[in-house]
């Protein structure tokens, strides 16, 4: 039963920090890619960060470099995101999700497990 559950959202002052966690089923986390996307209202989701299952080297979008870091840990099978210095373009649903796919993940079509999300509000 596949399953992505996220939490941590929540309310957060310009400037301030927060969390966020998806714990992956132990099937779907072997994965290739663990990703983090965002939505806000009114506009197209956008991929946030990425981190390969092997290696795990990780990739950002040019507007969350540098406040933004995805991290996992194998033993629980949970993806993190933590967030810093957020402005109010980072007010959106944070979603995780999962790519079996052998590819570069940067595309969403490469996902083929999504959460239900958490919202941040900043």
């Known amino acids: 039963h596949v399953q992505l559950v996220e939490s941590g959202g929540g309310s957060v002052q310009v400037g301030g920090s927060l969390n966020v966690s998806c714990v992956v089923d132990s099937y779907t986390y072997r994965g290739n890619c663990l990703g983090w996307y965002r939505q806000a209202p009114g506009k197209e989701r956008e991929g946030v960060a990425i981190i390969y299952t092997a290696g795990g080297s990780t990739r950002y979008t040019d507007s969350v470099k540098g406040r933004f870091t995805i991290s996992k840990d194998n033993a629980k099978h949970t993806l993190y995101l933590q967030m810093t210095n957020l402005n109010p373009e980072g007010t959106a649903m944070y979603v995780c999700?999962?790519?079996?796919?052998?590819?570069?993940?940067?595309?969403?079509?490469?996902?083929?497990?999504w959460g239900q999300g958490t919202q941040v509000t900043v």
């Open positions: 999700a999962v790519a079996d796919s052998a590819g570069d993940c940067y595309s969403a079509s490469e996902y083929n497990y």
